[in-house]
């Protein structure tokens, strides 16, 4: 809620022109989900997705008469978003005694943080960062506070009906895996793939997701057996084709350290908001009657998935 310079000696001479900051990782789910037009807007407090389903039974033909078959149904599921708001009190005269003392303005006044464009760029990026962990581990039950504003995407399918396990005998060599090693990350991808449904396979918007973690074990394993056949199209940090197939394997910072892997279309991800991109949108002001610049941001934010049973996981 304030500026922590405890570890800062007071101030002799530095290099003062530059604040260097530490790279922070952008929400990449949210980016696919929106790539994929299913955003919901306008969402307070929660929204359904409305489903159709129907299926056709053939008759035999070259005759009179109605023989009504077949059924259309309508199901939901809802998102439900969480509520949440970023607040920062910052004291410009707590940096007089430090090395920052060069940026500030002559006098004893402040009205603004010297380096707001850096501080505000770094903000954005570290909300976007939290954001992208919640959306796959957020859990209303959670101690965390950055996790608990709403359930995301592991807690949803692992309570969903219908959602294909390929951590079992068949799919996989030796299931059930406690761990994903150099040794079986090969076996374990193959045997995903080989649990997607037929029905969805071939659908152009298909990928396998897991966390940069179990990618890298995955890229090294691949690298290792010689198996250089793969297409990086361009971003090998982060996506490449899986060997053999159309499917992209997308390395997700939100999965990190979860050993949890998906196959899934990403037409089938939805994300509620209340304002497109109001994550991005913050406000800094002068707090007159507390002499302090204030940092502010609100957003809403929610997600869940429309068909649980074209869905496979591996949760380990």
Not at 40 to 49: D, L, Q
Not at 127 to 135: G, V
Request: with cysteine.
């Amino acid at each position: 809620m304030s500026f922590s310079i405890s570890t800062l000696s007071n101030y002799t001479k530095e290099n003062e022109a530059q604040l260097v900051t530490s790279s922070v990782l952008g929400a990449k789910t949210a980016a696919l989900i929106k790539s994929a037009g299913n955003v919901m807007v306008g969402v307070k407090s929660a929204e359904t997705i409305n489903i159709m389903d129907t299926d056709a039974f053939f008759q035999a033909g070259g005759t009179c008469g109605w023989n009504a078959s077949g059924t259309t149904s309508f199901t939901q599921r809802t998102v439900t978003v969480g509520k949440i708001k970023v607040q920062e009190a910052l004291c410009p005269k707590a940096l007089e005694a430090k090395y920052l003392q060069k940026a500030l303005p002559t006098g004893s006044q402040y009205d603004s943080i010297p380096f707001e464009q850096d501080y505000s760029d770094r903000k954005a990026k570290t909300i976007a960062s939290q954001l992208e962990t919640a959306l796959w581990q957020g859990d209303t039950a959670s101690a965390n506070g950055n996790l608990n504003k709403f359930d995301g995407f592991i807690k949803l399918i692992g309570a969903a009906s219908g959602v294909v396990d390929a951590n079992v005998s068949g799919y996989i060599s030796g299931a059930p895996l406690s761990s994903i090693t150099a040794a079986n990350v090969v076996s374990l991808f193959d045997g995903i793939y080989k649990a997607i449904p037929a029905k969805v396979v071939a659908a152009d918007d298909m990928v396998i997701v897991c966390g940069m973690d179990t990618f890298r074990t995955y890229t090294i394993a691949l690298k290792n057996a010689n198996m250089f056949n793969y297409a990086f199209d361009g971003k090998a940090d982060t996506e490449f084709v899986l060997p053999g197939t159309s499917i992209k394997v997308v390395a997700l910072q939100g999965l990190n350290g979860t050993n949890d892997l998906y196959a899934m279309r990403l037409s089938n991800l939805f994300l509620g908001t209340d304002l497109l991109n109001e994550e991005e949108k913050f406000e800094i002001f002068f707090a007159k009657e507390a002499d302090e610049v204030r940092f502010a941001a609100e957003f809403k934010m929610g997600v869940n998935v429309a068909f649980p049973d074209e869905i496979v996981k591996v949760a380990i």
